[in-house]
C-alpha cells in the first residue's frame, strides 16, 4: 500500500534553477492538492485538481505550475526557484467531497540558496 | 472566508497527564472539521473528522474531539498523554473541491 509517494525527499537547488517534484497516488483518487509548510505558518495550498485535465489555483500560487494529465500523477513544477520558495512541499490525494480526508505523503524538503 | 485558528502554538505535558488542543473555525455554512498529526519528518495523519451527528467524535489513539457550535470549537482532547503523543497537530476545515484551511499548527511536548 504505497498511498502517496513524493519524490525527491530532498533538494537543493540554486537561485533562478527550475525543477519538477513528483507526486503520485494510487488510491483512485480524484483530488489531489500541494501545500507548502513553513514554521509557524501551518500548511498553504498551493494548487489543486480536482480531476485530470483540471488545475486551479490555492492560496500562494506565484512562482508554481501544475498540470494533471492522469489521475494518478499531480506534478508541481517550480519555474525559477527563489529563496522564498525553501520549504517543505506536501501532496495530498482524496476522495470527493467535503467529509473526505486528506491522505498525506511523506513531503520534500526543498532548499533553495 | 474561510479560517482556522490554533491559539497554542507550544503545549507541554507530563506523561499520564490529560491534554486538550483548542480549535476555533470560522465558516458560513456547515464545517467539516479535521485533526490532524504530523510526527517528525513525516507527513500528516488524520486523527478524527466531524460533519454530523453527534458532537463527540472518537478517533484513533485514544483521541476525541467535541464539536461546539456556538462557540466554534473543535478541542482535541486526551485523558492520559503517552510520550509517543510528542507531534504536532493540525486543525483543518474542508471549504470544497478537496480544498482544506489548515490552522497554525500546536506543537505538544510530553515531558517524563
Known amino acids: 500500500n504505497a498511498g502517496v509517494t513524493q519524490t525527491p525527499k530532498f533538494q537543493v537547488l540554486k537561485t533562478g534553477q527550475s525543477m519538477t517534484l513528483q507526486c503520485a497516488q494510487d488510491?483512485?483518487?480524484?483530488?489531489m492538492s500541494w501545500y507548502r509548510q513553513d514554521p509557524g505558518m501551518g500548511l498553504r495550498l498551493i494548487h489543486y485538481?480536482?480531476?485530470?485535465?483540471?488545475?486551479d489555483q490555492g492560496e500562494v500560487p506565484n512562482g508554481y505550475n501544475v498540470s494533471r494529465s492522469t489521475t494518478e500523477d499531480f506534478p508541481l513544477r517550480l519555474l525559477s526557484a527563489a529563496p522564498s520558495q525553501t520549504s517543505v512541499y506536501f501532496c495530498?490525494?482524496?476522495?470527493?467531497?467535503?467529509?473526505?480526508?486528506?491522505?498525506f505523503g511523506q513531503g520534500t524538503r526543498l532548499t533553495v540558496v | 472566508a474561510q479560517s482556522v485558528t490554533q491559539p497554542d502554538i507550544h503545549i507541554t505535558v507530563s506523561e499520564g497527564a490529560s491534554l486538550e488542543l483548542r480549535c476555533n473555525y470560522s465558516?458560513?455554512?456547515?464545517?467539516?472539521l479535521f485533526w490532524y498529526v504530523q510526527s517528525p519528518g513525516q507527513g500528516l495523519q488524520l486523527l478524527l473528522k466531524?460533519?454530523?451527528?453527534?458532537?463527540l467524535v472518537q478517533g484513533i489513539k485514544g483521541f476525541e474531539a467535541e464539536f461546539k457550535r456556538s462557540q466554534s470549537s473543535f478541542n482535541l482532547r486526551k485523558p492520559s498523554v503517552h510520550w509517543s503523543d510528542a507531534a504536532e497537530y493540525f486543525c483543518?476545515?474542508?471549504?470544497?473541491?478537496?480544498?482544506?484551511?489548515f490552522g497554525d499548527g500546536t506543537t505538544l511536548t510530553v515531558k517524563p
Open positions: 488510491m483512485n483518487h480524484e483530488y
Open positions: 485538481s480536482v480531476g485530470a485535465g483540471i488545475t
Open positions: 483543518a476545515v474542508n471549504t470544497n473541491a478537496g480544498k482544506s484551511t
Open positions: 466531524y460533519f454530523s451527528g453527534d458532537t
Open positions: 465558516y458560513g455554512a456547515t464545517p467539516y
Open positions: 495530498a490525494s482524496s476522495l470527493p467531497g467535503r467529509a473526505a480526508e486528506a491522505f
